[in-house]
């Protein structure tokens, strides 16, 4: 099946009623024909549902979905993108164990390799964007390269081929948050990605109703990160596994449309004279639009830029909105700017931050599935009130 097709046809099994579309199975546990039944279960004899934190079948269904879309042999769907990303790490890793990151991540995801890791003696550190001098940061110990590409928000790309031969050459595990391009625009996996992690509560998901998280990947090693999530609990409720799993049905057609629309803003923004520096993967002002261009096949659903006023401006340009939602999350429907330094980002030093490519002024746009038009007339007239 090809991508689109997958995203809509692989579907738990119908029930007696023949119905068409998944309904949902908000149950906490599954009951056994007989005693024997439930032994082989728990001894996993067989396969079947016994507790809904260990399998449920909406979330079984979003769970083969999203190994199919990734090209990958497993998945486990969780909580929240965090829950995905923190088990990942410690199903697999343990004390005295060594994890090497790129700089430029996701806030939290930052706090858990900084702040919590190093109290069951997992250490870190840091690596580039350029993957030239990343091999002299290899230990006998390193174990997991952890990389985010797009970065969030600095929209930063990672050379993947590059990354997975690292990986491969120093037998690390290779464990991608592919957030901001989704299975529909970049595969991690066709570079030799072993584990691929997601907030669905983003694209995903893509109407900001839910939180929910994704490891997908390699079957071997999802057994501990399974055996890991089974004993604490991070597991991801029926209902939103099936809006979930609904939501993947539309990704193609709305990711292309995301697309679009941030395109089509980056040049309008390129071309303004408030603004000085944009960013977008697939403007040939990147710095690395050419690899952006081997790896994915669009350039995303996020924008960032600079005022020329610096922080100042910026606050007066969110200030001004009309449209455009102040909001913490990305990958809507609705459009949303937000403020890294000052919100998702603001427990990093000024320091990291700046490693990270977060500057005081800079504005992250999710370009939303509004008209083009709209969009556009909101940020122009923002720019035009917040001029100094
Ligand atoms: C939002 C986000 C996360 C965390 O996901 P939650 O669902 O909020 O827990 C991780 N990585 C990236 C790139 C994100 O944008």
């Known amino acids: 099946m090809k991508f689109e097709t997958a995203a809509i046809r692989l579907q738990t099994e119908r029930s007696q009623h023949r119905e068409h579309s998944t309904p949902?199975?908000?149950?906490?546990?599954?009951?056994?024909?007989?005693?024997?039944q439930m032994r082989s279960l728990f001894a996993d004899e067989q396969e079947g549902n016994i507790y809904s934190r260990f399998t449920n079948p909406n979330c079984s269904e979003l769970e083969q979905k999203m190994a199919a879309l990734e090209g990958v042999d497993d998945a486990?769907?969780?909580?929240?993108?965090?829950?995905?990303?923190?088990?990942?790490?410690?199903?697999?890793l343990r004390s005295g164990d060594h994890l090497l990151a790129t700089k430029a991540i996701f806030g939290a995801t930052f706090t858990v390799i900084t702040q919590w890791l190093p109290r069951w003696g997992i250490t870190c550190d840091f690596l580039d964007t350029d993957t030239a001098n990343w091999q002299e940061h290899v230990r006998p110990n390193t174990k997991m390269l952890f990389i985010?590409?797009?970065?969030?928000?600095?929209?930063?790309?990672?050379?993947?081929?590059?990354?997975?031969?690292?990986?491969?050459?120093?037998?690390?595990?290779?464990?991608?948050?592919?957030c901001f391009a989704t299975p529909y625009l970049q595969q991690p996996a066709r570079f030799g990605a072993d584990l691929i992690t997601h907030s669905s509560t983003k694209f995903l998901d893509g109407q900001g109703r839910v939180l929910g998280g994704i490891v997908a990947g390699r079957a071997d090693l999802l057994v501990d990160i399974k055996k890991f999530c089974r004993s604490t609990g991070p597991s991801l409720s029926p209902f939103n596994a099936w809006l979930l799993s609904k939501s993947l049905e539309t990704l193609a057609v709305r990711l292309d449309r995301h697309c679009d629309n941030a395109l089509a803003l980056a040049?309008?923004?390129?071309?303004?004279?408030?603004?000085?520096?944009?960013?977008?993967?697939?403007?040939?002002?990147?710095?690395?639009?050419?690899?952006?261009?081997?790896?994915?096949?669009?350039?995303?659903?996020?924008?960032?830029f600079e005022v020329k006023g610096g922080l100042e401006q910026g606050r007066r340009f969110l200030d001004a909105l009309q449209m455009l939602s102040l909001s913490a999350n990305l990958g809507d429907t609705?459009?949303?700017?937000?403020?890294?330094?000052?919100?998702?980002?603001?427990?990093?030093?000024?320091?990291?931050?700046?490693?990270?490519?977060?500057?005081?002024?800079?504005?992250?746009?999710?370009?939303?599935?509004?008209?083009?038009?709209?969009i556009i007339e909101d940020i122009d007239n923002a720019l035009k009130i917040s001029r100094v």
């Open 24 to 36: 949902i199975f908000p149950t906490s546990s599954f009951v056994f024909d007989d005693a024997e």
């Open 76 to 92: 486990l769907s969780t909580s929240s993108g965090m829950a995905a990303i923190f088990a990942s790490m410690m199903g697999l």
């Open 148 to 178: 985010e590409t797009p970065s969030n928000p600095g929209l930063d790309i990672i050379d993947l081929e590059a990354a997975g031969q690292f990986a491969k050459r120093n037998h690390l595990i290779f464990n991608v948050d592919n």
């Open 267 to 304: 040049k309008y923004l390129s071309a303004h004279d408030e603004v000085q520096m944009v960013r977008y993967p697939f403007l040939d002002t990147h710095p690395a639009a050419a690899i952006a261009r081997k790896q994915m096949k669009n350039g995303g659903g996020l924008v960032t």
């Open 334 to 374: 609705r459009s949303i700017a937000t403020h890294p330094a000052s919100t998702t980002h603001a427990k990093m030093t000024a320091d990291d931050r700046k490693a990270a490519g977060i500057s005081d002024g800079l504005i992250r746009i999710s370009a939303g599935l509004e008209h083009i038009d709209d």
